[in-house]
């Protein structure tokens, strides 16, 4: 199960027990997921929250102070010992559908938004829709996400297989304006395609 988990939602889980942990919580909710996304900081769900127009830090406050009057405090709870709410549990448990959903073989902090938003009974997704982050929102920044990715791939491999202007001199060396025939008879290469990656 976790062999599907990306680096950034193995790293979000951890810090949403340090987050339980530090706001005295006695379980990990999704809430705690939202400000484990915060705390990891670099991550394409935050990106996604920039998008709609959300203030990060505003967002952690205001989850920090829902997370603290939702829960009962419990100061005894250790890393170790602290279980994770059913909601959470859930989650994560539905976050692979989600990634397959968009052709994805690794789990993203994205499509765990997408799997806390998908509860319409979580206090947590309640909360989130409170700022206008939704379900579909979230979807459809994420599509336009992946289709510029796909952009971007697009015209690096582009850029990298078509051949350059055969014509275009080598930068540092000259050429006489009258060799412009024996330069190509003589030098052009045999894999003309291949040159333009260059040596390693």
Request: proline share 2%.
């Amino acid at each position: 199960m976790e062999e599907n988990f990306s680096t950034n939602i193995k790293d979000v889980i951890g810090f949403s027990r340090e987050e339980a942990l530090r706001l005295s919580n006695n379980s990990i909710g999704t809430e705690h997921f939202i400000l484990g996304i915060i705390k990891l900081g670099n991550a394409g769900a935050i990106d996604i929250l920039h998008d709609l127009g959300i203030k990060i830090q505003d967002l952690q406050k205001d989850v920090e102070m829902f997370a603290t009057n939702k829960v009962i405090n419990n100061t005894n709870t250790t890393k170790n010992q602290i279980p994770l709410k059913k909601e959470a549990e859930k989650a994560l448990r539905t976050t692979f559908l989600e990634a397959r959903v968009f052709n994805s073989s690794m789990v993203g902090t994205t499509h765990l938004l997408l799997c806390i938003l998908r509860n319409d009974e979580d206090m947590t997704t309640k909360f989130l829709n409170s700022y206008n982050i939704t379900y579909d929102r979230v979807k459809e920044a994420f599509i336009n996400q992946l289709e510029t990715q796909d952009k971007s791939k697009d015209n690096n491999i582009r850029s990298t297989i078509l051949p350059d202007d055969e014509d275009t001199p080598q930068a540092g060396k000259s050429e006489k304006p009258d060799s412009h025939h024996k330069r190509k008879s003589k030098t052009k290469s045999n894999t003309p395609v291949l040159d333009n990656f260059g040596r390693d």
